[in-house]
């Protein structure tokens, strides 16, 4: 079932990782042609103004589900660092399921707030289906983290993460 859940959340990386290219090329192309548009004609289009906040978190929001994946996020870890690593693992592993916890709530309550959106904003409401999306794939990123942290104990190793956190990290991993 990991090796199931991992290869979903690299398809879903992939396809982050498209989405953001994507967006962050549209949000330059938008507003570079908005500032010539001003400049040289003295006219500004409002739905681009009105559109680039919507890209700007939806930039942000896919740029930190893929640190999520990568642990690239900031940890508070200061005291995790002397546990011993048995005890690290278990520490990971409860980080982990209450990230989960915290994310599955917020999960179902995004779903409230953008039918909230739509129903305020009709289409252009719309922009706030990446909350849903941002809670359910980092909900789902912090169980397999929790299921990888749970796996290890049981070899008594454990994984080696996708990108070393720090030096005692790699030489612990490695």
């Known amino acids: ?91 990971r592993c409860l980080a982990s399921i209450f990230g989960m916890g915290v994310m599955g709530i917020l999960f179902v309550a995004s779903f409230s707030f953008l039918e909230s959106e739509t129903a305020m904003f009709g289409y252009r409401g719309w922009s706030a289906v990446i909350l849903p999306i941002f809670f359910g794939i980092s909900a789902l990123r912090f169980f397999i983290q929790a299921l990888e942290q749970i796996t290890a104990s049981k070899k008594g190793f454990p994984r080696r993460p996708a990108y070393p956190i720090s030096d005692d990290e790699s030489v612990e991993a490695g």
């Open 1 to 91: 079932m990991l090796n199931q859940l991992r290869r979903l959340d690299d398809l879903a990386a992939w396809v982050e990782k498209a989405l953001v290219v994507i967006i962050f090329s549209a949000i330059i192309l938008l507003i570079a042609f908005n500032i010539a548009a001003r400049n040289l004609f003295n006219v500004s289009y409002q739905a681009i103004l009105e559109i680039s906040p919507a890209l700007v978190l939806w930039l942000a929001l896919l740029g930190s589900t893929l640190a999520l994946k990568y642990q690239r996020h900031i940890r508070l870890e200061v005291l995790i660092r002397f546990l011993s690593p048995p005890l690290r693992r278990a520490a």
